[in-house]
């Protein structure tokens, strides 16, 4: 089984930046798992937001969130990182962090996906 665990969110203003982590753990997990976060609005459908391939090389990303929005990885401690930089109230939600084993499937398809964190929830307001 493999567990994920987001955590760094919070209230922030118009223009401030954040640093999200997912942690992964279990027995079974190992470094072949693309990863991806997604995020939730109130009242909206879980969306895509950005996606790492399992060497770290390519990435995916949502056109709302390119060029502010940064994900990369660390294989050896096992974590992924969303950097999430000049913030718009419209980036307010639960921000879930997701496993898919050697990448099958669509990276922006939630249904692609083997395993979910919890969420961590990040509120942009004045």
């Known amino acids: 089984q493999v567990q994920l665990v987001e955590s760094g969110g919070g209230l922030v203003r118009p223009g401030d930046s954040r640093r999200l982590t997912c942690a992964a753990n279990?027995?079974?997990?190992?470094?072949?798992?693309?990863m991806a976060w997604f995020r939730q609005a109130p009242g909206k459908e879980r969306e895509f937001v950005a996606a790492i391939g399992y060497t770290g090389g390519t990435t995916w990303f949502h056109d709302s969130v390119k060029g502010r929005f940064i994900i990369s990885r660390d294989n050896a401690e096992k974590t992924v990182i969303l950097q999430v930089n000049s913030l718009k109230p419209e980036d307010t939600a639960v921000y879930y962090c997701?496993?898919?084993?050697?990448?099958?499937?669509?990276?922006?398809?939630?249904?692609?996906?083997?395993?979910w964190g919890r969420g961590t929830q990040v509120t942009v307001s004045s």
């Open positions: 997701a496993a898919n084993h050697l990448g099958r499937g669509s990276r922006r398809d939630e249904t692609s996906y083997d395993y």
């Open positions: 279990g027995r079974t997990f190992d470094t072949y798992y693309d």
